[in-house]
């Protein structure tokens, strides 16, 4: 049973606005990564984080931005929103050693109008 | 060019039919791994595969690194299966995972 939770569950922003997305990282997990999935399509990397630092990144613009706790909790900011964001944002939790394994979180669906 | 590709994109099958879902894959991996995502975002992991086959209750996955291909099939299905289900790898370089942009299931009762 997954111990990633994420909040909020859903969330209405307008064009221009800024967001901040949070996520708890299951026990003992040291590593977190998020993802941006779009309607109908697979998750795409956004970045990861690891002792908090950033430790990778997908294709995407500078507003997207993180952070990593000392309690290994995490969030994504967007920086002035675009339509386009709209989606649903997935974190996941791991422990770097144990073969990638990796623990979703419900996911936060985002939508700017 | 994704380096993730599943077959068939949508499926609809009666319940009680054996369910085959294709991945295919263009990169050096060290797992694939096949996830669950109901109606409403959350995803479950199912397997994490680096060879061979594998099978939980009526799920089994099958990985062929030579071929790149893995196929996770279905047996007995029942309506409670109707999800998507998508297929992710880790690349042996770099952090990410790559995904498919997978498979909507329906099984009719």
């Known amino acids: 049973e997954t111990g990633v939770t994420q909040s909020p569950t859903h969330l209405i922003k307008t064009r221009g606005q800024q967001v901040t997305l949070r996520c708890s990282s299951q026990?003992?997990?040291?590593?977190v990564s998020w993802y941006q999935q779009a309607l109908g399509q697979g998750p795409q990397f956004i970045f990861q984080?690891?002792?908090?630092?950033?430790?990778g990144r997908g294709n995407f613009p500078p507003r997207f931005s993180g952070l990593q706790f000392p309690n290994y909790s995490s969030e994504l900011n967007v920086n002035a929103l675009e339509l386009d964001d709209s989606a649903l944002y997935l974190c996941?939790?791991?422990?770097?050693?144990?073969?990638?394994?990796?623990?979703f979180g419900p996911g936060t669906r985002l939508t700017v109008t | 060019k994704n380096e993730v590709e599943q077959s068939p994109q949508n499926l609809t099958a009666q319940e009680g039919e054996f369910i085959t879902i294709n991945c295919s894959y263009s990169?050096?991996?060290?797992?694939l791994h096949w996830l669950q995502q109901h109606p409403g975002g959350g995803i479950v992991s199912l397997f994490m595969?680096?060879?061979g086959k594998k099978k939980h209750g009526r799920l089994i996955a099958t990985i062929n690194i030579q071929e790149k291909h893995s196929s996770l099939h279905i047996t007995a299905s029942h309506p409670r299966d109707s999800a998507v289900y998508i297929c992710?790898?880790?690349?042996?370089?770099?952090?990410?995972?790559?995904f498919g942009t997978g498979t909507s299931l329906t099984v009719i009762p």
């Open positions: 996941a939790s791991s422990f770097v050693g144990t073969a990638y394994e990796q623990y």
């Open positions: 990169v050096g991996i060290s797992a």
């Open positions: 984080y690891y002792r908090e630092e950033e430790n």
């Open positions: 026990s003992g997990h040291n590593t």
């Open positions: 595969l680096s060879s």
């Open positions: 992710a790898v880790n690349p042996n370089t770099g952090n990410q995972f790559y």
